[in-house]
């Protein structure tokens, strides 16, 4: 079992920067993948960014992509999803997942465990 632990959220302006954090446990951290997700007030969840067991595979929404960068700290058990140039409709709770696959890629069903999620509020 994993638990998933966000950190980070909170309000910005537009155009500024945020760096979550997804802290997690209950398994060596290297055997997991892991994805960052996010769901806005009315709409489904959605896949943001993706990150490979050992970091070397990264994926992006193409709403994301150039302005939000994943990256791992095998060492300290932990995710991060820095964002960048942050937008008013970059606003949503966002979740970390992990996968015990070695990539989990966009697909929610692919990500095992689920954390409790952070919320990111980005003022106009």
């Known amino acids: 079992q994993v638990q998933l632990v966000e950190s980070g959220g909170g309000l910005v302006q537009a155009g500024g920067s945020l760096r979550l954090s997804c802290a997690a446990s209950g398994r060596t951290f290297r055997s997991i993948a892991m994805g960052w997700f996010q769901q806005a007030p009315g709409k489904e969840r959605e896949f943001v960014a993706a990150i490979s067991r050992s970091g070397v595979n990264t994926y992006y929404a193409d709403s994301v992509k150039g302005r939000f960068t994943i990256s791992r700290d095998n060492a300290k058990n932990t995710g991060y999803l820095q964002m960048n140039s942050l937008k008013p409709e970059d606003t949503a709770v966002y979740y970390c997942?992990?996968?015990?696959?070695?990539?989990?890629?966009?697909?929610?069903?692919?990500?095992?465990?689920w954390g409790r999620g952070t919320q990111v509020t980005v003022s106009s």
């Open positions: 997942a992990a996968s015990d696959r070695y990539y989990g890629g966009s697909l929610a069903n692919n990500y095992d465990y």
